[in-house]
């Protein structure tokens, strides 16, 4: 997904160009709602997400809880807003871990070449050929239990990816004259990355950080499934998800509301990366059109 | 006491009545929740799905009533100690392998020595006190004990009385787990692992009545609501993984027969009694104090299992009166206590728990209970070696909550929780009051007499508070509605003998 | 020659992160061998009997002698060859992702067709939102879904289990329909966007307006002539697909019952089985390897022209938006 290569994510064309901002205020009344809950769990939520009531478990909604009650009695709704923040957290870390791993490698792979390049990228691809699960089951029972280890075996996964676009970003941006002007100047090769690189070559992990936080909430989502995730009795929508499995036969119904809440918001930062991608790449469509 | 296990097995009888008679044929088809962690009985070392697969492949010397609480004989027809440390047993005539060689004295003291040999994986612990055995008759064997240990026929009724036969085992010794040959009611057909056990029934078994399935199947499954939906669809015919939260729905479904009962199956709470602030026997009392077991039963099995308050359920031979009643919830009392112990302003404790969301759920319950004498603690779910490592080797964490079974000799499982080779005891040395009135319970073979000292080991248990009980979980066995004859077994080890499809 | 020795690298490198993982995750196999009897003399000497005391080198060395010929030792318990466990499991794993990956190629690429070819129209529109929305699903949590709805609701078709299409046809296809709708609508939602995109931009191009001048049928120029240069990024993507698709089964195998390498390797993890974890990973790279390697192929076959390796870089540049867990 680089500048030279063409994809429509969103849609192109006229239909699309009308369609733009109607997408944008939707991401955008999205993104209010979750920052408010991220931020302001407590004063949105109606009851202590964690105080259990066990003469009231697996409740059906009522007026006093909008969304029923778990499997110890604790209120759904005050749940999904007090996991808001964890379950947005997590993908922060994960993306952060990506970046700090996948930009380094990235640069120093584009900017370096030779031998440097050929060891790095062979790593790369040495990572890329396990499924990204798999790796991060394992590099996350590795580090132990706990969201921020797990998430953070996500970001080493995801990172590869991310160095191997930043690396093409650097190899598209190192071949442009101004580059080529302040190495005759024999500027240092830091000078030349921060100055000249890095602002030119960061729309498109711009874009694909985005992308990276829906894919991180959902792989917490997954490891919660799979016991790595947050410690209890806090609420992650992962590990809302993972006790609903737990209660499917008794009471479906659980599994919806941090179903939906991390179905909405992945959509919601893919299409914000879509929106992205269509802002900055305007020369890539007009090469298509 | 007995009385009581025949209310809470009043679950059995169920629909029976007007099933008709037991016929043989069908395939009974079983949902195990694990796979069994080997075909070769004295190398297995996990509970239930060992022993439901491996006691229809090998028959065992002795039987385990869970309603007594004493043994019954099985291949071995009747035993005696001569003195407390010499066993006599007389076997069964007419019992034979799946390969036709017979089940006679020479083949058992073959699979004595085989089993506490370099060989004998788990068993060799449960064996450690045989100093020798050999056959003094065609059918009579008689074993020498380094030291009374009259515990002996109860740990002959588990995978230590599992006959193999020594000629399959001696034809390749590497591959017996791929084809076990026993001398139980069902011989091996195919296994494949973690997905599929095969089993046909033995037409030469010494005891062919109670025996009627054609074939048996295990299924192992990866999650619990798996196990259930494949019932509820007739898939599967017979499952003892059921989880207690399943329970009332199941036993809303007509096409479904449900048979629950009590168990020795514990949830407690090991705790590292080598450090701070659980090496203080107060703060340990106070933890039990804090708990208020009958909402957690009714939270944690919904009703279904019973408070733990000492190690062993009210049922079993070894439960002491007395304890119940002191371990009646007192918050006042644990905050006092824990006052006195110098943590009135509270302690943060870390606990590991099992990674399943069942699991975890009790420890929440558990924690909201305890964080009311201001213990706050922290769970840190984690896979089950690494927790015991964790808690046992490293020494890293204050608790470790856990459920585990009692052995069919509780004096066994005393054994195994206290001694000093056993590894879930922190700190790693003998517990001298507990281990005293265990080597008093093994020196007698009067029954009563014997019930006595381990009634005795566990109220020192209790004295010190060494281990912390929450509750006891249900027996649950699910079938579908055309299977009967499932019997309830305290242990969680059940056998299928008596189990009939109507077809 | 460059090619072979790019894979035997990455396969090493690929050995040495498996091995060194196993090594890393803590826990000791020794105490799960030994059990509810483990007492520490015995914790010990099962560590010694398994070789676990030895230096890292030397266990991995002796691991690698043993994979490139072909051994993968057997279980921690020594009671099945791992290649004997992995070939009954891997059937299972196969059948569903060949079965979720024809799910995805027959819906990704029709409705990515077909909104492509009524580009900007409701249909349009519509394509685009849902194929949107099903790459934002997680595969499990459909899978509940479908569980509850289809399965535990409706009745359907079954919600657990597995058989083997050689072995009962009828019963395999009633047990791999939901599982496969499970994993493979992500997919499919991935590849309706990227063929349509492709689609799109191809039949704005010039030659296919000079086929179209030339009175071709619609039909002949679409799939003729206009899917022919759409096909890059579907051969992209439906490798990438394949990778998605293995990793996926972990959980979806978990969710349905399903005894696959999926299953397999949460159970080997909980074990700490690590012959077993090892084997899987690395049979799982190696099968992730040959995918790469086969749409390598593929791309020459579909166009002649590119060399091999621009074409492998312009399939993982594009391949980018595909990373997923």
């Known amino acids: 997904m680089s500048a030279s290569t063409s994809r429509v994510t969103g849609v192109p064309g006229t239909g699309g160009l009308r369609a733009v901002p109607l997408r944008l205020w939707l991401c955008l009344a999205v993104l209010a709602v979750l920052a408010c809950c991220a931020l302001l ?3 949105l939520a109606p009851y202590d997400p964690n105080a259990q009531d066990l003469g009231n478990i697996l409740d059906s909604p009522s007026s006093a809880h909008w969304l029923g009650t778990d499997d110890v009695g604790r209120d759904v709704l005050s749940r999904l807003i007090a996991g808001t923040r964890t379950s947005l957290a997590a993908g922060f870390i994960a993306v952060a871990v990506s970046v700090l791993i996948g930009l380094p490698v990235g640069i120093v792979a584009g900017y370096f070449g030779g031998w440097v390049d050929a060891v790095l990228m062979r790593g790369v691809d040495a990572v890329l050929c396990f499924p990204p699960l798999i790796l991060a089951l394992g590099v996350a029972a590795a580090a132990g239990p706990g969201l921020v280890n797990s998430m953070a075996a996500v970001g080493i996964v995801l990172s590869p990816s991310l160095a191997r676009l930043i690396r093409a970003q650097v190899l598209a941006v190192k071949e442009r004259p101004y580059v080529e002007v302040a190495r005759s100047f024999s500027c240092g090769p830091f000078r030349i990355v921060f100055r000249h690189i890095l602002p030119n070559a960061m729309q498109p992990v711009l874009v694909q950080a985005a992308i990276f936080l829906g894919v991180a909430l959902i792989a917490e989502a997954i490891l919660s499934f799979l016991g790595l995730g947050v410690q209890p009795p806090a609420a992650s929508w992962g590990s809302m998800l993972s006790r609903a499995f737990a209660f499917m036969p008794q009471a479906p119904r659980l599994m919806f509301p941090p179903g939906i809440a991390i179905v909405v918001t992945v959509l919601v930062f893919n299409m914000i990366s879509d929106l992205a991608q269509e802002r900055f790449d305007p020369r890539a469509r007009d090469r298509r059109a | 006491m007995v009385a009581a296990l025949a209310t809470a097995c009043g679950g059995t009888a169920q629909s029976d009545g007007d099933a008709g008679k037991p016929a043989k044929g069908g395939t009974l088809r079983v949902a195990l929740a694990a796979q069994p962690s080997s075909f070769n009985p004295v190398l297995g070392n996990s509970g239930s799905a060992d022993f439901i697969v491996q006691y229809s492949i090998f028959d065992t010397l002795t039987e385990f009533n869970s309603e007594t609480g004493e043994v019954d004989p099985r291949l071995a027809e009747s035993w005696t100690f001569s003195d407390p440390t010499t066993f006599v047993m007389t076997l069964r005539a007419g019992a034979a392998f799946h390969d036709g060689s017979p089940v006679d004295a020479e083949a058992v003291v073959w699979f004595l020595n085989h089993a506490r040999g370099p060989e004998g994986g788990g068993a060799q612990v449960d064996l450690a006190k045989v100093e020798s055995a050999e056959a003094t008759g065609e059918l009579e064997v008689t074993v020498q004990l380094t030291e009374p240990f009259t515990g002996l026929p109860w740990v002959l009724s588990g995978r230590s009385g599992m006959v193999m036969s020594r000629a399959a085992y001696e034809k390749d010794p590497e591959g017996f787990a791929q ?8 011989r091996f057909v195919s296994y494949k692992k973690g997905a599929k056990i095969e089993l046909e029934r033995f037409e030469d078994y010494w005891n062919p009545d109670g025996i009627y399935p054609d074939a048996v199947e295990f299924t192992i499954f990866q999650e619990p609501t798996t196990i259930l939906n494949a019932i509820k669809s007739g898939e599967q015919n017979l499952s003892f993984s059921v989880s207690p939260k399943d329970v009332a729905q199941l036993e809303s479904d007509p096409s479904v027969n449900v048979t629950t009962g009590s168990s020795y199956l514990l949830d407690q709470i090991h705790m590292n009694r080598s450090k701070k602030p659980l090496n203080d026997p107060r703060v340990r009392r106070a933890l039990s104090l804090a708990l208020d077991r009958d909402v957690f039963v009714k939270a944690a099995t919904f009703g279904l299992g019973e408070p733990g308050y000492q190690f062993f359920p ?21 905050r006092s206590l824990m006052a006195e112990a110098g943590y009135g302003d509270g302690v943060g404790l870390t606990m590991l728990t099992q990674t399943s969301e069942i699991e975890v759920r009790k420890a929440e319950v558990l924690q909201a209970q305890l964080a009311e004498i201001g213990v706050e603690l922290d769970i840190r779910p984690t896979e089950l070696t690494q927790a015991v490592a964790e808690m046992f080797q490293d ?26 080779e056993a590894l879930y005891n922190l700190p790693h040395e003998e517990h001298p009051a507990v281990m005293e009135k265990l080597a008093e319970a093994n020196a007698t073979s009067d029954i009563a007499e014997r019930n006595k000292h381990l009634q005795a080991a566990a109220e020192a248990i209790a004295d010190e508070s060494l281990l912390l009980p929450v509750a006891f979980n ?8 055309s299977v009967h004859g499932v019997r309830v077994d305290a242990v969680l080890k059940p056998r299928l003998d008596g189990i009939w499809i109507e077809n | 020659m460059q090619r072979a020795g790019s894979i035997v690298l990455t396969l090493v490198l690929a050995t040495v992160i498996t091995f060194g993982l196993q090594k890393l995750v803590p826990g000791d196999p020794a105490l799960a061998i030994a059990g509810e009897d483990a007492t520490a003399q015995r914790v010990a000497e099962i560590r010694a009997d398994l070789g676990l005391d030895r230096p890292f080198v030397v266990q991995y060395l002796d691991w690698l002698r043993g ?6 030792g057997t279980t921690i318990r020594g009671d099945a060859s791992v290649w004997d466990l992995i070939g009954q499991r891997l059937p299972a794993t196969l059948t569903l992702a ?10 990704g690429v029709g409705a990515g067709v077909a909104a492509a070819l009524r580009h900007g129209s409701k249909a349009d529109t519509a394509v685009t939102a849902v194929a949107t929305l099903g790459v934002a699903v997680p595969n499990f949590w459909l899978g509940m879904v479908i569980v509850v709805v289809f399965g535990l609701t409706l009745n359907w078709l079954p919600v ?21 709708i499970a994993l493979g609508t992500a997919g499919a939602a991935e590849i309706a966007r990227q063929v349509r995109s492709a689609l799109v931009e191809v039949l704005r191009s010039d030659f296919i307006r000079t086929h179209r001048a030339k009175g071709l049928p619609q039909r002949a120029v679409v799939w003729r002539h206009a899917m022919k240069n759409a096909s890059l990024p579907l051969v992209t993507v439906v490798g990438l697909q394949i990778s998605h698709l293995l990793g996926g089964t972990v959980v979806i195998e978990s969710v349905f019952a399903i005894p696959g390498i999926g299953s397999l390797i949460v159970q080997s993890a909980n074990q700490r089985d690590y012959p077993v974890i090892q084997g899987v990973v690395f049979v799982t790279a190696l099968l992730i390897i040959l995918t790469n390697l086969a749409v390598d192929l593929v791309y020459r076959y579909v166009d002649p022209r590119i060399g091999v390796r621009p074409a492998r870089r312009a399939g993982l540049r594009r391949a980018q938006r595909g990373v997923t867990v």
């Open chain 1, 41 to 43: 769990p407590n004063a």
């Open chain 2, 179 to 186: 084809h076990p040959v026993g001398a139980g009611p069902y």
């Open chain 2, 314 to 334: 009210e049922d079993s031979p070894a439960a002491a009166p007395s304890i119940a009643v002191d371990n009646a919830p007192d918050l006042d009392q644990a």
């Open chain 2, 395 to 420: 020494q890293s964490a204050d608790l470790f909550f856990a459920y585990g079974v009692s052995r069919a000799d509780v004096g066994d499982t005393i054994n195994a929780t206290f001694g000093a």
């Open chain 2, 474 to 481: 249900p027996f649950i066995a699910v079938t579908t509605s």
């Open chain 3, 67 to 72: 994979a490139v010929t072909g051994d993968l």
């Open chain 3, 98 to 107: 060949a079965v979720a990956l024809l799910f995805s190629i027959i819906i």
């Open chain 3, 160 to 180: 657990s289990g597995y058989a083997l299409p050689w072995e009962d046809f009828a019963a395999w296809a009633r047990h791999v329909t939901l599982p496969a």
